[in-house]
């Protein structure tokens, strides 16, 4: 028998499955507790307020981002890894995408979300730097023509990186 999943658990995936359908200005959390059909009461009892239940959603989000987003050790970031890094990113995007359909919304509403999403858009763009600066050396022609160049696999023209791209045929 497959363990029970605890009332708080579930009212965060169930708010996360109403946030994505139909935004979250749209979903009050008496429509979170009818949708489970549980009393308001017991959601209080787990939640204060709908911003308690988006806190808990954009934790999760940032732990699952922080996850997969780390450079590796003692190397230099493949083109599989960045692969990696892309498809991960688009795929939480997409399973919390409320987040990012009304963020002007959500982070006027809530003072403290604000901060933790400034703090933590800051350390993605600090963590892709490297990455943008490597993309740039690539691209600047004052570190010469592509044929003059020294081959750098971490250029999207390098022959390794073209042919590990999917072909698309129209």
């Given at each position: 028998?497959a363990?029970?999943?605890?009332?708080?658990?579930?009212?965060?995936?169930?708010?996360?499955?109403?946030?994505?359908?139909?935004g979250?200005?749209?979903?009050?959390?008496?429509?979170i507790?009818?949708?489970?059909?549980?009393?308001?009461?017991?959601l209080?009892?787990?939640?204060?307020?709908?911003?308690?239940?988006?806190?808990?959603?954009?934790?999760?989000?940032?732990?699952?981002?922080?996850?997969?987003?780390?450079?590796p050790?003692?190397?230099?970031?493949?083109?599989?890894?960045?692969?990696?890094?892309?498809?991960?990113?688009?795929?939480?995007?997409?399973?919390?995408?409320?987040?990012?359909?009304?963020?002007?919304?959500?982070?006027?509403s809530?003072?403290?979300?604000?901060?933790?999403?400034?703090?933590?858009s800051?350390?993605?763009?600090?963590?892709?730097?490297?990455?943008?600066?490597?993309?740039?050396?690539?691209?600047?022609?004052?570190?010469?023509?592509?044929?003059?160049?020294?081959?750098?696999?971490?250029?999207?023209?390098?022959?390794?990186?073209?042919?590990?791209?999917?072909?698309?045929?129209?």
């Open positions: 028998m363990p029970r999943i605890k009332t708080s658990e579930r009212i965060v995936l169930n708010s996360l499955e109403l946030f994505n359908q139909q979250e200005r749209s979903i009050s959390t008496n429509h507790a009818a949708h489970m059909e549980i009393s308001p009461g017991n209080y009892y787990h939640f204060p307020n709908k911003q308690a239940i988006i806190a808990v959603l954009f934790s999760e989000y940032e732990s699952l981002v922080d996850s997969f987003l780390r450079p050790q003692g190397r230099a970031a493949t083109v599989e890894d960045k692969r990696f890094y892309l498809k991960e990113l688009l795929s939480a995007m997409w399973r919390y995408r409320f987040l990012h359909r009304d963020l002007e919304h959500l982070l006027d809530d003072p403290e979300l604000a901060a933790r999403y400034r703090r933590f800051h350390a993605l763009r600090d963590s892709g730097r490297g990455d943008l600066r490597r993309f740039r050396r690539c691209r600047d022609p004052r570190y010469g023509s592509r044929a003059d160049r020294i081959p750098d696999p971490q250029c999207l023209d390098h022959p390794d990186v073209v042919g590990a791209l999917p072909v698309h045929h129209p």
